[in-house]
């Protein structure tokens, strides 16, 4: 194959639980969660940082759900220190107590993403499905106190998109060191309450001003990102720097994945921890091997000259807006698909738009 990446992976997300107090509208887990009793056991987890390790993995992202609520939490944070993997917490914050950070601190975690919906109240619980501002604000300062890194995370949309500014002014006065800003990416949950997040190009427009103009502000005293949602865009970004080269997801079942999406990919078959070695799934496996390189490409993106750029965009959104993975990425001007994403456009930049109820995910 022209163009296959040989590279070991260098990211491991484990998504240890589906399980989460928050119900948030944006959430990218698929609408089919996987139940606790379905979830592995701490000894495959265990197993899985040995085999990450022996891949040369280099950090490793807890996630979920809500990692705090799996139990076997604190032992895979020991066993990463053990194994010299970089260990990154990403959190809600819900349950985050100064005991179980102090905890988790000793075992070895090295850094912490906390999220936040919102800077304001109401909009929060509209997002979350409850209001759980005062506890994760009570976490934020509560991690900050401790000497270990913290990011704090907003994911942006049409309901919070207009508070950019408050935003990044919130994280300096905190003395936030890292913030990221993500524009909602349309999966799971997401994807089925798309018509009521996607923000309108004005209201895009306005917020890149506004972060465009505090990021020259604070340059030096906050680290700060923003990747621009795909739909809002008009070419593709490269799917996880290419599918299956640097990153590998373990869900909560025991099923790997090339990217935190890629489950939505029904033509494909993904493999199981449980019945291959990561290795194996990592340099063999066919879900693994299919978009690797150039030669599964079709038109326009097998001819055209920016396809060492884009990598024909995100193959998870290519298959939920064409049902192909194959085809190029329907955000790029070029897809002969691309008026998908106009109509989609069209009708967030509509006021009179009729939206369909909010769906959230189920505890």
């Not at 992202?61 to 990692?67: Q, S």
């Not at 739909?231 to 640097?246: F, T």
């Not at 990919?265 to 993904?270: A, E, G, M, Y």
């Amino acid at each position: 194959m022209t163009g296959i990446v040989k590279q070991r992976p260098f990211t491991i997300t484990m998504e240890l639980t589906h399980r989460c107090p928050l119900s948030c509208l944006y959430c990218s887990n698929p609408t089919e969660l996987i139940a606790k009793e379905n979830e592995l056991p701490i000894d495959d987890w265990l197993s899985i940082v040995d085999q990450a390790a022996d891949l040369s993995i280099v950090q490793a992202n807890l996630t979920g759900g809500e990692p705090l609520a799996y139990p076997g939490l604190a032992m895979i944070v020991s066993q990463l220190k053990k194994r010299d993997i970089y260990s990154n917490l990403i959190t809600s914050a819900i349950g985050l107590t100064e005991t179980v950070l102090q905890k988790l601190i000793a075992c070895g975690l090295e850094s912490i993403q906390i999220s936040l919906q919102s800077l304001d109240a109401s909009t929060s619980k509209l997002i979350a499905g409850w209001n759980a501002q005062e506890q994760k604000l009570c976490a934020l300062k509560l991690a900050l106190s401790e000497k270990i890194p913290v990011s704090l995370n907003v994911v942006l949309h049409k309901h919070n998109i207009g508070e950019v500014g408050a935003i990044i002014d919130f994280a300096a006065a905190m003395n936030v060191k890292r913030l990221e800003l993500a524009s909602t990416q349309f999966y799971g949950f997401a994807l089925a309450n798309m018509e009521n997040l996607l923000p309108s190009e004005q209201q895009m427009a306005e917020a890149i001003s506004v972060y465009d103009s505090k990021k020259k502000e604070l340059a030096g005293k906050l680290q700060m990102s923003w990747v621009i949602g795909d739909y809002l865009e008009r070419s593709p970004k490269p799917c996880m720097g290419g599918w299956a080269s640097q990153h590998i997801v373990v869900s909560a079942d025991g099923t790997a994945y090339p990217c935190l999406a890629a489950g939505a990919i029904k033509t494909l078959t993904f493999p199981s921890i449980k019945e291959k070695s990561l290795k194996w799934i990592w340099d063999d496996s066919p879900a693994f091997n299919a978009f690797r390189g150039f030669d599964w490409m079709v038109e326009p993106c097998r001819t055209c000259e920016f396809r060492e750029n884009d990598l024909g965009g995100c193959r998870c959104q290519a298959f939920l807006l064409t049902g192909d993975a194959a085809q190029a990425d329907p955000v790029c001007k070029l897809s002969p698909h691309h008026q998908i994403v106009d109509e989609k456009i069209k009708s967030a930049n509509a006021p009179d738009h009729p939206r369909k109820e909010l769906l959230y995910r189920l505890h």
